[in-house]
């Protein structure tokens, strides 16, 4: 199941579980947020195409976290003049946490993945892992040189 969201004048495919960067959202970092303007959505079956939104559907996440992306730098030369420009800025963006698809009430929440409980199990498995590496023997063969 997927949908088609709405944010910042941009669209973006979500699917429970997916981290996003979208432009900045003025809300504290651990808030919820609440997407009503869906374009699409899909299920394993059908997809509904709004026009241009679908009622009673939304998708609702989590702010991780507000930050700065990557500077951009913007340079203007005009050739033979020894003139020339740089400059940059960062964007604010906030990566946000998909957790819940609502379709006409009915909800499709994401679901966490548990941490592995048998530790000793995955430490034993590399270490047969290491141990067969170990047994194989390379043999290096020197080239025969022909002679005229």
Known sequence: MFAVIKSGGKQYRVVLGSILKLEKIDQKENSDVVFKEVLMIKNETSYEIGSPYLNNVEVKGKILENKKNKK?????????????????????????????????????????????????????????????????????????????
């Open 72 to 148: 951009i730098i913007v340079f203007k030369k005009r050739r033979r003049h020894n003139s020339r420009r740089k400059n940059g800025h960062r964007q604010s963006l906030s990566v946000i946490k998909i957790n819940e698809i609502i379709i006409n009430g009915k909800t499709f929440k994401d679901k966490e993945k548990p941490e592995k409980a048998n530790q000793k199990k995955t430490d034993a498995s590399s270490k047969n892992k290491t141990e067969t590496k170990s047994n194989i023997k390379i043999e290096k063969k020197k080239p025969k040189v022909k002679t005229s």
